[in-house]
């Protein structure tokens, strides 16, 4: 006699009842989940060489804790933070003041919250702005070097970029490289984290990592703490097209290993994600280039189109500047300064124009003219345009209402010129921190032991991100995060 569906299903539970020994064996949340034997053991554990990870060894290292390992999937170190303009917002009296600058945290914070749309979480914002200052003040003490002025960073709305002596990002990496050689803190390279070992998989304490060296698989035991600080994703072109399809086929300016790896990795522990379609694009290669050439630096260029003719303006928001950028025709612009500015930008962004003008991404000439015809832009149109914001300079009132401080004259030769294009630059979601830094489940509770650190993490940028707050974000937290597991108790 055929059994109905309802006498098979009670049948198969009365039988699932009376074996609860065979189901517990195969039960993926028990213990089977934690390495019998770790192959190595370190009190706290780092997934990522970049500047939140860097500065996360070395602050601990300062407050007492040394027994760190630094994991790093490249074979190379420094992540985005190597390659970026290096410029850091942070309040600064003595410099600003020097320059006549009024500034403030509370305006920090308030410009922070507004320009990325209020859509920020506030407590992780005024972390950001109120030890970003000391944060400055703590590289200086380790070696790094600053510019006397700060400056505009494109797209921060304000003056309070702390540009690197040197050259770029790099310089931080540098100082920090020296800090942990200097406190015997080893940095693994090619070594590419595929799992993070919790109790159980949403439950309970985490416990450590899983990674891939060489073909072999290596666990590791973090007594205190990991920290997770391996970068966003903007060189993943199927994870921000998920969130973002306009970006799909967009260059990035990010290094190639800013890929989000460890993003599913915390969300199959149990991480919360907030944010993932805020991403954030600067000036960069047009689609069919490869080579960019960053001129954009301190907002001291123009923008203009096919035409000729400026249509944005140059110290806006990133967010308006590529969205107006990416409905040209072709999704491709051009920047225009002059030598006085092309003087004021550091030596990388130098080096790479000078690259660009053998690749074909860049132009120089004595007359805007002659620069026109080189770009392929109509002449006569570009005169006229630069001669209006010429004018617009010497009466101190720009007709697309570019901030005061941030007229430059183009009259200098020769004048230089390169391609703008919109490249993918930085991913403001991620995973939910708190304060310290500690990573959130989607429950709103804490995974104890888990941390994240820079552009991996979500909720402190909101919608859009101020030019300048990223390496305050990476620095300060990465900061604030070691010293926080250096101290803690347990």
């Not at 006498?7 to 949340?29: C, F, I, M, N, R």
């Not at 050259?167 to 800090?179: F, N, R």
């Not at 969205?323 to 003087?343: E, H, M, S, Y």
């Amino acid at each position: 006699m055929e059994l109905s569906r309802r006498k098979l299903l009670v049948a198969a539970g009365a039988a699932a009842a009376a074996v609860p020994a065979a189901h517990a064996a195969q039960d993926p949340s028990l213990s089977d989940n934690v390495p019998k034997k770790w192959d190595r053991t370190v009190k706290l554990l780092i997934v990522g060489a970049g500047g939140a990870g860097l500065t996360a060894a070395v602050s601990a290292a300062q407050n007492g804790l040394t027994d760190t390992l630094i994991l790093e999937k490249m074979a190379y170190i420094g992540g985005n933070t190597a390659i970026s303009g290096g410029g850091m917002n942070a309040v600064d009296p003595a410099r600003q003041k020097a320059q006549g600058i009024e500034d403030s945290i509370e305006n920090h914070y308030e410009q922070t919250l507004k320009g990325g749309d209020y859509r920020a979480n506030p407590a992780l914002v005024k972390e950001l702005v109120e030890n970003a200052p000391e944060t400055v003040t703590w590289l200086e003490s380790i070696g790094m070097k600053f510019k006397d002025k700060v400056y505009q960073v494109y797209g921060s709305l304000y003056p309070r970029g702390h540009a690197p002596l040197g050259s770029l990002g790099q310089d931080y990496i540098k100082v920090l490289v020296d800090q942990c050689k200097k406190y015997g803190i080893p940095i693994e390279k090619q070594a590419r984290v595929v799992r993070i070992i919790r109790e159980t998989p949403l439950k309970g304490k985490v416990l450590g990592v899983e990674y891939e060296k060489g073909g072999k698989l290596i666990t590791v035991r973090a007594t205190k703490a990991v920290v997770v600080a391996a970068g966003g994703f903007g060189a993943n072109k199927k994870m921000r097209a998920l969130h973002d399809p306009r970006l799909a086929d967009l260059t990035t300016t990010n290094h190639p290993g800013a890929t989000g790896d460890l993003l599913p990795l915390m969300v199959d522990v149990g991480a919360d994600l907030t944010g993932m379609d805020f991403i954030q694009c600067n000036p960069g290669c047009p689609p069919g280039r490869t080579h960019r050439v960053p001129l954009h630096q301190g907002g001291r260029f123009i923008i203009v189109d096919r035409n000729g003719k400026r249509f944005i303006r140059e110290d806006e928001r990133r967010d308006v500047i590529r969205d107006a950028v990416l409905i040209q025709p072709k999704a491709t612009a051009w920047g225009i300064l002059d030598q006085t500015r092309f003087d004021m930008i550091n030596q990388g962004q130098k080096d790479a124009a000078y690259k660009g003008l053998e690749t074909g991404d860049a132009w120089k000439a004595d007359t805007i003219e002659e620069l026109a015809k080189k770009m392929g832009l109509p002449p006569a149109a570009l005169k006229a345009t630069v001669d209006e914001f010429n004018a617009g300079v010497k009466a101190g009132k720009d007709k697309l209402g570019k901030y005061q401080r941030n007229l430059f004259p183009i009259e200098k030769p020769p004048f230089w010129g390169a391609y703008v294009g919109m490249s993918v630059h930085h991913t403001m979601g991620g995973v939910v921190i708190n304060t310290a830094a500690e990573v959130i489940d989607r429950r709103g509770e804490v995974i104890a032991n888990l941390y994240a650190a820079g552009e991996v993490t979500g909720g402190i940028h909101g919608a859009n991100r101020l030019g300048g707050n990223a390496i305050a974000d990476c620095l300060t937290f990465g900061r604030l995060v070691g010293k926080e597991i250096a101290e803690k108790k347990a």
